[in-house]
């Protein structure tokens, strides 16, 4: 099929087609011959980064109507496109998480310090004051860098 493709498409060219039905009958190369075996098995390992070659995407009137194992097709790869999706999501949601927390834990070792300056202030410890007061600017600065 893939021949009749390449002389129907090279036809199309030397007929003098314009650039918006080559657009949609795009050049079709080797590695799009490439098939997908996950409808025959959903959860095989690997599937992650696959994705539909451009012909899959095309409307062709009817075809999940006609035949129903086109429908479970579609509906394999638009449920991992949604897991992918989702999965992106979530990570992002992650990360904007462990931002919020690495800040609190900043502010909090800077309160933890500035109140070991204090104790060191009052009991007259002035190495202990020197460094908790370097250890405390230390932490405020790392959450500052957090906003």
Not at 20 to 45: F, G, K
């Amino acid at each position: 099929y893939a021949a009749v493709y390449w002389k129907c498409r090279n036809q199309m060219m030397s007929l003098g087609a314009d650039g918006l039905i080559l657009e949609h009958y795009q050049a079709l190369e080797p590695e799009h011959l490439n098939v997908t075996t996950m409808v025959a098995n959903p959860n095989a390992h690997g599937h992650r980064h696959e994705h539909l070659t451009w012909f899959w995407t095309m409307d062709i009137p009817k075809d999940t109507c006609a035949n129903d194992w086109m429908s479970k097709f579609y509906q394999v790869h638009w449920l991992q496109a949604k897991s992918q999706r989702d999965r992106c999501h979530e990570e992002v949601e992650l990360l904007q998480c462990k931002m919020s927390w690495m800040k609190n834990i900043f502010l909090h070792q800077a309160n933890c310090w500035q109140a070991q300056n204090q104790l060191a202030e009052s009991s007259g410890n002035y190495g202990l004051q020197c460094y908790s007061a370097h250890q405390h600017t230390m932490y405020t600065c790392l959450a500052a860098q957090f906003e």
